[in-house]
Each structure stands twice: as structure tokens, then as C-alpha cells.
């Protein structure tokens, strides 16, 4: 069974700091993509953060320059560092995992139940 379960969400004041995990179950780690993706209510979901099976990451333009993203095989865990919270972080954030097909019909992708992040100004 798949399981991508987040942890590390809470409420920060801005300025803090937060640092989100998702842990993989079932799934082979290293040949997926692992995504952050937030919605804030009344928003769309949005692409936070990737990183490809090959460690090439990509960021959305509002986080770039205080977000990481990482992940680590031997745990099967991915990790999204964000610093210099500001109140328009606060979110869900969502894990996603991504194996591309060669056809679209192929791709194959779970998501995590979310974890709430509150910052206060």
C-alpha cells in the first residue's frame, strides 16, 4: 500500500522557519519525482518545490531563494526547508510523487494528506 505521509507543519510567526518531511511507503523511491505543492483556501494548488530522481530541483518564484528542497533515499523522505515565512505561506501543504510513462496514460502519482502551515504576523 502507498503511503506518502507529511509531518513538520505548525503555526510560525513570519520571519521563522519551517522544515516539512514526507515519508514514502510502497512506492520506489528513487525513480520518482518528489513534489511540494500548497493551497491556501480559496486558491488553487500550486507547485511549491521538485526534485527529479536525479537530484535536479525547481522552485516556484515565490519562495525562491528561502525554500530547499531534499530528499534522502536511504529514508525514502522528502524534505522542503522554507525560512523567512511571511503570512501568504500559510497553506496546506501537499507531498506529491511523480514516475513519468513514456505516454501520459502511464504516468503514475500518489499525494500525501497535507499538512497545515500557519504563519502569523
Known amino acids: 500500500q502507498v503511503q506518502l505521509v507529511e509531518s513538520g507543519g505548525g503555526l510560525v510567526q513570519a520571519g521563522g522557519s519551517l522544515r516539512l518531511s514526507c515519508a514514502t511507503f510502497?512506492?520506489?523511491?528513487?525513480?520518482?519525482?518528489m513534489s511540494w505543492y500548497r493551497q491556501a483556501p480559496g486558491q488553487q494548488r500550486e507547485l511549491v518545490a521538485s526534485?527529479?530522481?536525479?537530484?535536479?530541483?525547481n522552485y516556484a518564484d515565490s519562495l525562491t531563494g528561502r525554500s530547499t528542497i531534499s530528499r534522502d533515499s536511504a529514508k525514502n523522505t522528502v524534505y522542503l526547508q522554507v525560512n523567512s515565512l511571511k503570512p501568504e505561506d500559510t497553506a496546506i501543504y501537499y507531498c506529491?510523487?511523480?514516475?513519468?510513462?513514456?505516454?501520459?496514460?502511464?504516468?503514475?502519482?500518489?499525494w500525501g494528506q497535507g499538512t497545515q502551515v500557519t504563519v502569523s504576523s
Open positions: 510502497g512506492i520506489t523511491f528513487s525513480t520518482y519525482t
Open positions: 506529491n510523487a511523480l514516475r513519468k510513462g513514456l505516454n501520459p496514460k502511464y504516468d503514475i502519482e500518489f
Open positions: 526534485i527529479s530522481s536525479g537530484g535536479s530541483t
